[in-house]
């Protein structure tokens, strides 16, 4: 009895799921296994439905309101989790005290080279001549004044990096 009521709403069911299946942006396949299986789990609790097929189209568009439903809260990873290449939560903590440390050697630096470096490094990517023009000096200074911010930056982050790093 049972094979034979699945059996004879396929048909059926693979048309209603094919019809909702685009609404919803799911496989057609995907619900028809999903309606089987709520099909399958009815039959088990509570026999067959007096009316197999309104059952049937019901369930499926109740299938593709949940699909709908969890497409529209779910959130695709942006990376694979297990992917080896992703940086570890230590990798993470050292880049970000990385980052820290390099925001304040610029800080600590004489003059204009806070305010010129964090021009250069800045998430906008700023053209030498809005950089110019935001520091008040001529665009022809800037490769100048930049060389001499970072041989200032090297001096001042070298005595950090060699006492961080093992020696022999």
Do not use: F, K
């Not at 390099?102 to 964090?118: F, K, S």
């Not at 935001?134 to 970072?150: A, K, V, Y």
């Amino acid at each position: 009895m049972t094979n034979d009521l699945v059996a004879d709403l396929l048909p059926l069911l693979s048309a209603e799921a094919a019809a909702e299946a685009q609404a919803c942006g799911s496989d057609p396949r995907d619900l028809e296994q999903s309606v089987v299986l709520r099909l399958l789990e009815r039959l088990e609790t509570h026999g067959p439905p007096l009316a197999p097929e309104d059952w049937l189209r019901r369930a499926v568009r109740a299938e593709s309101r949940r699909t709908r439903r969890t497409a529209r809260r779910e959130r695709p990873y942006t990376g694979d989790p297990a992917d080896p290449a992703a940086p570890t939560p230590e990798q993470r903590v050292l880049a970000t005290a990385r980052r820290r440390a390099l925001r304040d050697a610029v800080a600590r630096l004489p003059g204009r080279c806070p305010r010129l470096l964090q021009a250069l490094l800045s998430p906008q990517d700023l053209t030498y001549r809005e950089i110019a023009g935001e520091l008040g000096i001529s665009q022809g200074s800037l490769g100048p004044e930049r060389s001499r911010c970072l041989g200032c930056l090297r001096r001042l982050l070298t005595p950090e990096v060699a006492r961080r790093e093992a020696r022999g």
